[in-house]
C-alpha cells in the first residue's frame, strides 16, 4: 500500500529553524516533491529530491533518504509569511501521479 | 515558467446540477493532466489521471460516471461534476506535466459549494 506520514502541526518561532519530517511506505518511487500552501490557495512548488542527500535552496533545504524512506524539509530564518500548510509527495510508476502526504500546518509566532 | 490555470475560480450551484471546471497549460503542451480534490484541513486526494486522448484513469473510490474528466487537446482538461450534491462541496485543483517532465504545474484551484 501507500503511506506516507508527516507531523499534522508544529509551531516555531521567528527567525528560528524548522524540520518538518516525511516519512514514506510506497509501491514506486519516482521522486519526493515539496510543496507549500496557503489556505485557500494552489500548492507551490518547493523540492524536488530524487537522489539521497540534501537539496538547498536559499531558506529552504530538502533531504532525502531513499533507504530509510525518508525526507525532510528545513525551512531557515522563519518570517510570518512561512505559515503555511508543507505538504510531502511521492510520485512513483509509469504516470508519475503524485501521491501526499496528510500536510504539516506549520504556524510561525512572533 | 509552466503556467496552469483554471476556471471558473469558484462556482455555487444547485443540488442536482452539473458543473464543468476547465484547467488549461497555457504556456506549453499538457500530455498528462490530473485531478486533485481537497476537503478542508486535509491533503490532496488524487482522483484521476488523464492523457490526451485517451480515457481518464480513476482512482479507487472514484466514481468515473459522476466526476466526467475530458482531455480532448494537449492544452485543456475539464472535468464535469455530475448530479452534484452538498457533498461533493470541495476545492478541486488540476496539475499539468509535459512530456517526460517530473514536476506538476498546478492550477489556482476551484472551490465549488453545493447549495
Known amino acids: 500500500g501507500q503511506n506516507i506520514d508527516q507531523p499534522t502541526e508544529m509551531t516555531a518561532t521567528e527567525g528560528a529553524i524548522v524540520q518538518i519530517n516525511c516519512t514514506y511506505q510506497?509501491?514506486?518511487?519516482?521522486?519526493l516533491f515539496w510543496y507549500q500552501q496557503h489556505a485557500g490557495e494552489a500548492p507551490t512548488f518547493l523540492s524536488y529530491n530524487v537522489l539521497d542527500g540534501l537539496e538547498e535552496k536559499g531558506r529552504f533545504s530538502s533531504f532525502l533518504s531513499r533507504s530509510k524512506g525518508y525526507s525532510y524539509l528545513l525551512l531557515k530564518e522563519l518570517q510570518m509569511k512561512d505559515s503555511a500548510s508543507y505538504l510531502c509527495a511521492v510520485t512513483g510508476g509509469a504516470t508519475n501521479k503524485l501521491i501526499f502526504g496528510t500536510g504539516t500546518l506549520l504556524a510561525v509566532q512572533p | 515558467g509552466a503556467v496552469v490555470s483554471q476556471h471558473p475560480s469558484w462556482v455555487i450551484c444547485k443540488s442536482g446540477t452539473s458543473v464543468k471546471i476547465e484547467c488549461r497549460s497555457l504556456?506549453?503542451?499538457?500530455?498528462?493532466m490530473f485531478w486533485y480534490r481537497q476537503f478542508p484541513k486535509q491533503s490532496l486526494m488524487l482522483m484521476a489521471t488523464s492523457n490526451e486522448g485517451s480515457k481518464a484513469t480513476y482512482e479507487q473510490g472514484v466514481e468515473k460516471d459522476k466526476f466526467l474528466i475530458n482531455h480532448a487537446s494537449l492544452t485543456l482538461s475539464t472535468l464535469t461534476v455530475t448530479s452534484a450534491h452538498p457533498e461533493d462541496s470541495s476545492f478541486y485543483i488540476c496539475s499539468a506535466t509535459g512530456t517526460g517532465a517530473h514536476e506538476q504545474y498546478f492550477g489556482p484551484g476551484t472551490r465549488l459549494t453545493v447549495t
Open positions: 510506497t509501491s514506486g518511487f519516482n521522486g
Open positions: 504556456d506549453f503542451q499538457a500530455t498528462t
